[in-house]
């Protein structure tokens, strides 16, 4: 028997303030365990044989493989035998949240780009213990990494946190590697947008509904149309939020054509699945989101599931016997999540950290992801000036409108939230260089034919 709404929607209430409790007991606990950790264990009195010393490699540094590492790096043994390998491509933290919003909006790019600092992993963490290696890993082998370059970085334990990638960049991710050209391409769709008379948003998840709402609230003298191959805008989640999405396009006056695709970009038009053409001088592509997943193509093939996705065990390890030191977080991961998230990711990032740091101090993995009812959370934005909160757990919903007065999103907050001081960046990375050989790189001599960047925290 079905419960009356009222019913549910307060039982989705005492969930969510569980929830809450659960995460706030989650960041005692690891607070705890760093405390300890730096109480009864000291940096070594004599230096440590560089070959006793075991990488734990963090591959991504977003919101999975970046918390990650900063859990590694504070409850990983201190006895100088652990060192924490983070190999990241970008230059910097790609706040994905505000893409859609400073795609639309000038003068807001460089907010987009948090610099990587070593504020985030502390003052305990001891010298040298987290080397950052600006690099791209192409393959996973059974005991190590191997970058772009074709240098290898051996791993005791690995972390594979790489997330998604979109062909088409902007709005969903910047498309380059560098600040500079990721705030030059979020320049140019600024350009596309404010130049166009008609506009084509394909995709009618959160990036589409946002980028299209900004684009017509900013230009409400435009034709803004957003096609969706479903029956509804953001048909993953309640039927709220499905119908509030709706109706903030239609109060915008931005036009929605539902069950069709976009399949082919002529002069001046668009031409729809049903055969149907739109005007368009502006076309910006919200679908084709993929998981980042190739990399571990060859070593684990049964793991990729048809999704794209990496399956793995509720313990975030790779689902497959032969390789337990693999763990894997984030959007890449395969699990009950139906709509990843930031807080998702990074809660998988804890799950597959702490049980890294158990292994390491000659344990078994115990902690196990499970998706809550919180984690689904979502704020769109719909329009420069609202939103709409929305929880849902595949049968209730509890959702509410609110009022927007920051065009930039508060994405201050997620700059101080990982110690950048907001928006303060020369936009060099600060560290020490280091030689990647220091890594126990296999294969160096010279890094082959790559630029290999390596830093040290
Ligand atoms: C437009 C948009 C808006 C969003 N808004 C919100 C929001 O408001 N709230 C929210 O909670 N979530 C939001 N999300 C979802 C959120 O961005 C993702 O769930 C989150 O980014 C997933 O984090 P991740 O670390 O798993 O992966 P990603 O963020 O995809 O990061 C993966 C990292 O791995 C690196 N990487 C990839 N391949 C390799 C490789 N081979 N070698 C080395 N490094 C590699 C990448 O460079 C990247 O830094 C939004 C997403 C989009 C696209």
Redesign the pocket.
């Given at each position: 028997m079905a419960l009356p709404k009222r019913l549910q929607s307060a039982l989705l209430f005492t969930h969510l303030i569980f929830y809450t409790i659960r995460h706030y007991l989650t960041i005692v606990r690891r607070s705890l365990t760093a405390s300890l950790s730096h109480l009864f264990t000291s940096a070594p009195k004599t230096p440590v044989d560089p070959s006793e010393i075991q990488n734990v490699v963090v591959?991504?540094?977003?919101?999975?493989?970046y918390f990650a590492a900063r859990i590694l790096a504070t409850t990983l043994p201190r006895d100088g035998r652990w060192r924490v390998v983070v190999?990241?491509?970008?230059s910097h933290f790609?706040f994905?949240?505000v893409?859609?919003r400073f795609s639309v909006l000038e003068g807001h790019e460089h907010k987009a780009f948090i610099p990587y600092v070593p504020e985030f992993f502390g003052d305990k963490v001891p010298a040298g213990m987290v080397q950052w290696v600006r690099e791209?890993?192409?393959r996973v082998e059974r005991e190590s990494v191997v970058l772009r370059s074709g240098v290898e970085i051996p791993y005791k334990y690995l972390i594979v946190?790489?997330?998604?990638?979109v062909r088409n960049g902007l709005?969903?991710?910047p498309g380059g590697e560098g600040r500079e050209e990721g705030m030059e391409l979020m320049r140019g769709l600024q350009q596309r947008i404010k130049a166009a008379k008609s506009i084509v948003v394909a995709g009618g998840g959160?990036?589409g509904v946002?980028i299209a709402s900004d684009a017509k609230h900013v230009f409400p003298e435009k034709k803004v149309t957003l096609v969706h191959s479903r029956q509804a805008v953001m048909h993953r989640f309640g039927p709220g939020l499905q119908t509030g999405a709706m109706e903030a396009m239609q109060r915008l006056g931005a036009e929605v054509v539902l069950g069709e695709k976009v399949v082919s970009e002529g002069e001046g038009f668009v031409t729809l699945s049903s055969g149907g053409k739109v005007e368009c001088d502006c076309f910006i592509n919200c679908t084709g989101?993929k998981p980042?997943s190739d990399?571990v193509a060859d070593v684990a093939p049964n793991a990729i599931a048809p999704s794209g996705h990496i399956r793995v065990k509720p313990t975030m390890q790779i689902a497959d016997d032969a390789l337990p030191n693999v763990y894997v977080?984030?959007?890449?991961a395969e699990t009950d999540a139906s709509n990843?998230?930031?807080?998702?990711?990074a809660r998988q990032a804890e799950v597959a950290a702490d049980n890294v740091v158990r292994l390491a101090r000659g344990k078994t993995p115990c902690y196990k992801y499970k998706n809550r009812f919180g984690d689904g959370a979502?704020?769109l934005t719909l329009g420069l000036d609202r939103s709409m909160v929305h929880f849902w757990n595949g049968k209730a919903e509890m959702s509410w409108h609110g009022e927007e007065t920051d065009p930039a999103m508060m994405c201050d907050e997620a700059w101080t939230n990982i110690q950048a001081e907001p928006f303060d960046d020369t936009g060099v990375f600060r560290g020490q260089l280091a030689d990647p050989r220091d890594l126990g790189a296999g294969g160096g001599e010279g890094g082959g034919n790559g630029v290999i960047e390596c830093t040290t925290y």
């Open positions: 591959v991504g540094a977003a919101f999975a493989g190999v990241e491509p970008n790609n994905t949240w893409l859609p791209r890993v192409v946190a790489t997330g998604s990638t709005p969903s991710r959160a990036a946002e989101q980042a990399l977080c984030g959007e890449v990843p998230n930031s807080r998702i990711a979502i704020k």
